[in-house]
């Protein structure tokens, strides 16, 4: 049974850091790509940023480059979001991702709420 737990989610205020970590099991992380989407209350989902498990590439979305940062620990099957600067409008649900060409498994998602 394939699982992504998601943690670290909470309240910051503006200007704050957040670090979320997602760990995955039953699944083989080295054939796969994580990352993180968000959702924002009333809006879809988007991505925010994913890591191939074996090359390490990292990919972020445009508007996010420089705050967040995206690393992994392959002996914990365990992937970081570092987000820094925080701002109102990255509240959202934040989701893990473990993507392959066969499909896609997604966590429940943790709640990140920057007040101003």
């Known amino acids: 049974q394939v699982q992504l737990v998601e943690s670290g989610g909470g309240s910051v205020q503006a200007g704050g850091s957040l670090t979320l970590s997602c760990t995955a099991s039953?699944?083989?992380?080295?054939?796969?790509?994580l990352g993180w989407f968000r959702q924002a209350p009333g809006k879809g989902r988007e991505f925010v940023a994913s890591?191939?498990?074996?090359?390490?590439?990292?990919d972020y979305a445009d508007s996010l480059k420089g705050r967040f940062t995206i690393s992994k620990d392959n002996a914990k099957n365990t992937v970081y979001l570092q987000m820094n600067s925080l701002k109102p409008e990255d509240t959202a649900v934040y989701y893990c991702?473990?993507?392959?060409?066969?499909?896609?498994?997604w966590g429940q998602g943790t709640q990140v709420t920057v007040s101003s």
């Open positions: 991702v473990a993507r392959s060409g066969r499909g896609d498994y």
């Open positions: 039953g699944l083989t992380v080295s054939s796969y790509s």
């Open positions: 890591i191939t498990w074996r090359g390490g590439n990292e």
